[in-house]
């Protein structure tokens, strides 16, 4: 059984920051694409961030571009996401999510196979 846990989460004020990470186990990630999706209270759920784990490039979404780093470790089948800069609107539960495909890069959360329980991360104004 695959499992993706997140950590990390929290509640922050506007212009603070936050690491999220996404522990996996049972998952050999070898060309997968990790991604870091977020969904907000009536919205659809959106791809935030990507990284290919084999080489680590990377795809951001245009609200995260500049102020969102993610990145991988090998050695401890982890992935983050640094948030810098944050606003209330990022305010959501964060998904981190493995695309098995070998597709790159994909960003409808359709394409993703296996999930975590999601964080929740608050932005106050």
């Known amino acids: 059984q695959v499992q993706l846990v997140e950590s990390g989460g929290g509640l922050v004020q506007a212009g603070g920051s936050l690491r999220l990470a996404c522990a996996a186990s049972?998952?050999?990630?070898?060309?997968?694409?990790m991604g870091w999706f977020r969904q907000a209270p009536g919205k659809e759920r959106e791809l935030v961030a990507a990284?290919?784990?084999?080489?680590?490039?990377?795809a951001y979404a245009d609200a995260a571009k500049g102020r969102f780093t993610i990145s991988r470790d090998y050695a401890k089948n982890t992935m983050y996401l640094q948030m810098n800069s944050l606003k209330p609107e990022d305010t959501a539960v964060y998904y981190c999510a493995a695309d098995t495909s070998g597709l790159w890069v994909r960003a409808s959360s359709n394409y993703y196979h296996y999930w975590g329980q999601g964080t929740q991360v608050t932005v106050s104004s």
């Open positions: 990284i290919r784990w084999s080489d680590g490039k990377t």
């Open positions: 049972r998952l050999t990630f070898s060309n997968y694409a």
